[in-house]
């Protein structure tokens, strides 16, 4: 059973930063990709980062490079997503996922999520 538990979501100002965690448990945390999504009132969820289970690779949707960082402890069993410059339409709630899927980095898909965290942006 694999359970992932996000935190360090809040309300913060525009151009702040903000790092959320994910702290996964039960199956082993190594070996798996692991990513985030988010998903603002009125839209589709949407995939935001992905790491790969050794950190060589990394992957960002377009609106988030150069502004937020993927990152993870596999001694901790734990991701996190360092966000900076934060702007208003980063506003959504935040979910880490976790998948042993090859196809991640071409496909984006994930089978296991974490029950979400909230970010808003004040501007």
């Known amino acids: 059973q694999v359970q992932l538990v996000e935190s360090g979501g809040g309300l913060v100002q525009a151009g702040d930063s903000l790092r959320l965690s994910c702290a996964a448990s039960g199956r082993t945390f190594t070996t798996s990709a692991m990513g985030w999504f988010r998903q603002a009132p009125g839209k589709e969820r949407e995939f935001v980062a992905a790491?790969?289970?050794?950190?060589?690779?990394?992957v960002y949707t377009d609106s988030v490079k150069g502004r937020f960082t993927i990152s993870r402890d596999n001694a901790k069993n734990t991701m996190y997503l360092q966000m900076s410059s934060l702007k208003a339409e980063d506003t959504a709630v935040y979910y880490c996922?976790?998948?042993?899927?090859?196809?991640?980095?071409?496909?984006?898909?994930?089978?296991?999520w974490g029950q979400g965290t909230q970010v808003t942006v004040s501007s």
């Open positions: 790491i790969s289970w050794s950190s060589t690779r990394t």
């Open positions: 996922a976790e998948t042993w899927r090859a196809s991640w980095f071409r496909d984006k898909a994930f089978d296991y």
